[in-house]
T-cell receptor
Framework: AQSVTQLGSHVSVSEGALVLLRCNYS??????LFWYVQYPNQGLQLLLK??????LVKGINGFEAEFKKSETSFHLTKPSAHMSDAAEYFC????????????FGSGTRLQVQP | NAGVTQTPKFRVLKTGQSMTLLCAQD?????MYWYRQDPGMGLRLIHY???????AKGEVPDGYNVSRLKKQNFLLGLESAAPSQTSVYFC????????????FGPGTRLTVT
């Protein structure tokens, strides 16, 4: 069974500071990995995904994530936080079987201080 | 192109009442999913469908039923609502091909009193 662990349910950074949101996964097969963002009272929007190939993945809004197989991690980073980045972020892993469903982490709420 | 839409957006039910949540997508996607979101637990898969006329159970299916009579619609039913079903419900869809990401609807906030 797959699982995703997001360390830190709440992260607070100052505007302009580095954003680092941690995600570790467990999977018996090479995973497909995703980061989604959820703004208040909205659905989930895809930030970026890793399937195969380059382990450093760039997404929207200046975010990127690096797949590290040896550490079973897929941490999300952004060099400089903006107030508009305040949201909840979910890491997810997709199974490769017939259903292709997502298993989500519990989420990290990012707060950006002025 | 509206993407994935959900109706209703909000609903309050009394314990024991029934209701149906509707999900519609206009992207001709094969796969559709129902998730529930609870604080501190992320999203959990309730039921899913890999094509018209097919449905299957996810991780938390108890108390829910689904139907996929038309490719574009995926209905989630609660036959006898319980307070434990108070949650935000999200529908998602995706293609069966190479693109792996799921597209999510805006959610339905359900309160059962």
């Amino acid at each position: 069974a797959q699982s995703v662990t997001q360390l830190g349910s709440h992260v607070s950074v100052s505007e302009g500071a580095l954003v680092l949101l941690r995600c570790n996964y467990s999977s018996s097969v090479p995973p497909y990995l995703f980061w989604y963002v959820q703004y208040p009272n909205q659905g989930l929007q895809l930030l970026l995904k890793y399937t195969t190939g380059a382990t450093l993945v760039k997404g929207i809004n200046g975010f990127e994530a690096e797949f590290k197989k040896s550490e079973t991690s897929f941490h999300l980073t952004k060099p400089s936080a903006h107030m508009s980045d305040a949201a909840e972020y979910f890491c997810a892993v997709s199974d490769r079987g017939g259903r292709r469903a997502l298993t989500f982490g519990s989420g990290t709420r990012l707060q950006v201080q002025p | 192109n509206a993407g994935v839409t959900q109706t209703p957006k909000f609903r309050v039910l009394k314990t024991g009442q029934s209701m149906t949540l509707l999900c519609a997508q206009d992207m001709n996607h094969e796969y559709m999913y129902w998730y529930r979101q609870d604080p501190g637990m992320g999203l959990r898969l309730i039921h899913y469908s890999v094509g018209e006329g097919t449905t299957a159970k996810g991780e938390v299916p108890d108390g829910y039923n689904v139907s996929r009579l038309k490719k574009q619609n995926f209905l989630l039913g609660l036959e006898s609502a319980a307070p434990s079903q108070t949650s935000v419900y999200f529908c998602a869809s995706r293609t069966s091909g190479g693109a792996l990401e799921q597209y999510f609807g805006p959610g339905t906030r359900l309160t059962v009193t």
